[in-house]
């Protein structure tokens, strides 16, 4: 039996996005239905609504989201009624070329819920992300559902589901950052802060917050940033160097996705270091640097994908972390929020005053 539920959806172009009854079908095989309990506002979100994604209206908002496993369908084996989950969107294949590498993390074959969720007249959605969790029920892959420990707080853990991910991976997945090394991040919103906490949790030493908001730089003290570069004042590679003795640091991760700020995360690093690429350019964006610096500084220029996360292994680990007090996601939660405040939240992420607001369900 399909069920009725509330769901937030960005009907056409630009719209502000609506209240609209959503029809849930059953779980079919592989699939699992989840009943949310928290989602994140993202803003991925308001870029499916701008038709900055794709043209596939309407979309079901929402995607950084934790709740419990209602029912699953035909084999499903891994996860089961009762579980409390987030939700990730890439579902590994377990098949395609780089799985059977043993790199699930880059899987190229991800999947989402075979079925459509649909409006009350039929008309089929397109989740965003493939989970679309602004809805107080949704169907996804049962490999897009990870379980963690209960006892986390839903409105956190979601957070785990996208933008916090990216950036806590892109500093220990991607960038790798250990022990003693030192880190600079462009860009302190969601994503910046999170490679900030990451780089934190992993040990660096000196982690260099670079902004042109002096408010941002300001919360970044709190995740972990042992320095500050206000870089519409000063000159952010000649800072970082004052910094780190002359040198660079060993880890650039570029949080904005602008081609000026990856140029200075290129330069800020040290000789042999590491830039790290999670924020995301748009189509018509170019970068232009001398071909001989590329050889000359050495190192690795590398682009983080989700964090080049593996769900399975890192949200159960993170979520962990959470609940010793050892990694701070409720600094993300900038406040909790009603299901139909969705369009509310999208002007205060323009505003750029809040990380995360969270619907609570
Ligand atoms: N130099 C330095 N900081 C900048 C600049 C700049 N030229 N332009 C913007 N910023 C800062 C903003 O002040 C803000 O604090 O970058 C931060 C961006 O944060 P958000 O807009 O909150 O974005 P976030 O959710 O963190 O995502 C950042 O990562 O995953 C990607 O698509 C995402 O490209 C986006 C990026
Ligand atoms: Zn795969
Ligand atoms: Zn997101």
């Not at 780190?244 to 949080?255: F, H, R, W």
Request: overall charge negative; proline content about 5%.
């Amino acid at each position: 039996m399909s069920q009725e539920v509330r769901g937030i959806v960005a009907m056409a172009k630009g719209e502000p996005v609506s209240m609209q009854t959503i029809i849930i079908p059953d779980p079919g095989p592989g699939e699992a239905v989840v009943k949310v309990q928290a989602c994140g506002v993202c803003h991925t979100d308001l870029h499916y609504r701008e038709g900055g994604i794709n043209d596939e209206f309407p979309f079901l908002l929402g995607h950084e989201a934790a709740g419990i496993v209602e029912s699953v369908g035909e084999g499903v084996t891994q996860v089961a009624p009762g579980d409390y989950v987030i939700l990730n969107w890439r579902a590994v294949c377990g098949e395609c070329r780089s799985c059977l590498k043993g790199k699930p993390q880059y899987c190229f074959d991800t999947h989402n819920a075979t079925q459509k969720m649909t409006l009350a007249d039929g008309t089929e959605l397109s989740p965003a992300l493939g989970i679309g969790a602004f809805c107080d029920k949704t169907l996804v892959a049962a490999g897009q559902c990870t379980k963690v420990d209960p006892a986390a707080k839903p409105e956190a853990a979601g957070l785990l589901g996208c933008g916090v991910m990216a950036g806590i991976g892109a500093a220990i997945n991607t960038g790798e950052v250990g022990r003693g090394d030192t880190v600079a991040v462009f860009g302190c919103g969601g994503v910046g802060n999170a490679a900030i906490e990451g780089s934190r949790i992993a040990g660096a030493a000196k982690i260099i917050a670079v902004d042109i908001d002096d408010a941002k730089l300001e919360l970044a003290k709190t995740f972990g940033a042992t320095h500050t570069v206000n870089s519409s004042k000063v000159d952010p590679v000649e800072t970082i160097r004052g910094f780190t003795d002359g040198n660079g640091v060993d880890v650039a991760i570029e949080a904005i996705g602008l081609p000026q700020t990856y140029e200075q995360a290129f330069y800020a690093r040290d000789l042999a270091g590491t830039v790290v690429l999670v924020g995301v350019p748009n189509p018509e964006m170019k970068i232009e640097l001398p071909y001989i610096e590329m050889f000359g500084r050495g190192g690795a220029l590398k682009s983080s994908w989700y964090g080049d996360c593996l769900p399975s292994r890192d949200f159960p680990m993170l979520i962990d972390l959470y609940l010793q007090g050892r990694l701070n996601l409720d600094g993300f939660v900038s406040e909790t929020i009603e299901l139909d405040q969705v369009e509310e939240a999208f002007h205060k992420m323009e505003g750029g005053g809040v990380l995360r607001s969270v619907v609570v369900l």
